[in-house]
């Protein structure tokens, strides 16, 4: 599995015990539950043109990593949105 940066730094902060690992508690387990159920619902359908080479693409690295290409065009368009993703400029 490839971890991102901040990723690796979390299991490099656990592995040399600067980071332990706690039980939530019932209330705080409400609370991400009721957050993972607002991100999980997508309630808005579209309909999108590709290039075939882009949509091929896609497909392929959709196979590479287990996942439907609606999924990875999905967690694509999230990423961008959040910052996660940038376009290059220059």
Same mark, same amino acid.
């Given at each position: 599995?490839? #971890? *991102? $940066?901040?990723?690796?730094? /979390? /299991?490099?902060?656990?592995?040399?015990? $600067?980071?332990?690992?706690?039980?939530?508690?019932?209330?705080? !387990?409400?609370?991400?539950? @009721?957050?993972?159920?607002?991100?999980?619902?997508? *309630?808005? =359908?579209?309909?999108? =043109?590709? #290039?075939?080479? *882009? #949509?091929?693409? /896609?497909?392929?690295? @959709?196979?590479?990593?287990?996942?439907? #290409?609606?999924?990875?065009?999905?967690? !694509? /368009?999230? =990423?961008? !949105?959040?910052?996660?993703?940038?376009?290059?400029?220059?």
């Amino acid at each position: 599995m490839k #971890y *991102d $940066r901040e990723e690796k730094g /979390i /299991i490099n902060a656990y592995e040399k015990g $600067r980071m332990k690992l706690f039980t939530p508690s019932k209330k705080e !387990i409400e609370a991400i539950k @009721a957050t993972a159920k607002k991100t999980l619902v997508k *309630d808005k =359908r579209i309909t999108i =043109r590709l #290039y075939a080479h *882009d #949509y091929k693409g /896609i497909q392929k690295k @959709a196979m590479e990593m287990g996942i439907p #290409y609606q999924t990875l065009i999905s967690g !694509i /368009i999230h =990423r961008y !949105i959040e910052g996660e993703l940038t376009s290059k400029t220059g």
